[in-house]
């Protein structure tokens, strides 16, 4: 069983050492209880078992994959589960739309989601919903339960909701340089309402991070979700008048773009990438500005990551020839298609 990258299991005597009490003395008996309710390493043909896996406490959301392997076949199961204790904005709302697709969504074909995407607003919108925030630049396209199960074993959290509490916390984890995975982020809109999920991957402390924003299209893909969205990588920490405190964001926007893209088709999860059109050029003589001020250059392309239900190797992703990614003064490089 895979439960993410850098997410490590235990034993069941480690588990039951760690959870020892200090004055505990019967630490033989523990480890042989937590031996008896451990899941079996192997499991006859046509048996049915039950028990435990031992692993670390995760913020939020934890998310496994199990695989069942046979002498003559294979099975891959991705399971998500909500973790109580983070206060989220987006509980809810992943409950509602984690594995659900209404039957009445409009169902793209492959010309029909090109089309759609490039048709997109250029970016999202601040906090008083009429001022364009940061670029809308990123897509993925697939199941619920299997977006969010890839970002979360690629070691992505979720984030806080955003109050004094969390707000005093940012600041803290910027000045004492101390690690806040779940450290809040301001809601942006798009559809006429914030975000469904806001997901992040810190480095040392809270300035560093790369956040993305995610809202569920009123589209699918064949039959599929489409999530569009947002992402920036944070280089520091700010106060604003407009959301109290907020991140300083790389203006290179496209760089976070090909970090997440880069992520992603690591994952066995993806296996189609395309980029289209629809956010606009903006140049370093003439930066674009999101909601609280910070300039953004890009070439204008949002990245499509298409997710699949089979496993697929990096050096099998398809990618589509629809545009490609420039440098001021380069043209776009594009990768070897299978």
């Known amino acids: 069983m895979d439960n993410g990258v850098g997410r490590f299991g235990f034993s069941p005597s480690e588990a039951a050492w760690r959870s020892r009490g200090l004055l505990e003395l019967r630490s033989k008996k523990k480890m042989e209880f937590f031996t008896d309710q451990r899941i079996p390493l192997l499991i006859a043909p046509g048996k049915k078992v039950e028990g435990y896996v031992f692993t670390n406490h995760d913020p939020g959301v934890k998310a496994f994959t199990v695989q069942l392997i046979g002498d003559r076949e294979s099975h891959q199961f991705d399971f998500v589960q909500l973790i109580p204790g983070l206060r989220s904005n987006f509980e809810e709302t992943l409950r509602s739309h984690i594995g659900s697709v209404d039957p009445a969504t409009p169902s793209l074909d492959v010309d029909g989601l090109r089309s759609y995407l490039e048709a997109l607003p250029p970016s999202v919108l601040g906090g008083d919903k009429k001022t364009a925030g940061d670029p809308l630049n990123i897509v993925v396209v697939g199941g619920g339960k299997r977006a969010l199960s890839m970002f979360v074993r690629r070691g992505w959290d979720l984030t806080e909701t955003m109050d004094l509490g969390s707000a005093w916390r940012t600041v803290a984890s910027s000045l004492f340089k101390s690690a806040y995975r779940t450290s809040p982020v301001s809601p942006l809109y798009l559809f006429g309402r914030p975000q469904d999920v806001a997901l992040q991957k810190t480095r040392s402390t809270v300035d560093e991070r790369n956040h993305l ?50 992520d992603l088709i690591s994952s066995p999860s993806s296996n189609q990438v395309a980029f289209v059109k629809g956010v606009g050029r903006s140049g370093r003589g003439n930066p674009r500005r999101n909601y609280t001020r910070d300039p953004y250059i ?6 499509v990551i298409f997710l699949s239900d089979q496993p697929t190797a990096i050096d099998e992703v398809e990618w589509h020839d629809w545009e490609w990614p420039t440098q001021e003064g380069r043209r776009g490089v594009r990768p070897r298609r299978h």
């Open 213 to 262: 924003r995610l809202w569920k299209a009123p589209v699918t893909y064949l039959g599929s979700p489409v999530w569009v969205g947002q992402i920036s990588r944070d280089i520091g920490v700010k106060f604003t008048h407009k959301t109290l405190v907020t991140h300083k964001i790389d203006p290179d926007v496209d760089e976070a773009r090909s970090y997440l893209m880069q």
């Open 298 to 303: 890009t070439d204008g392309l949002r990245v």
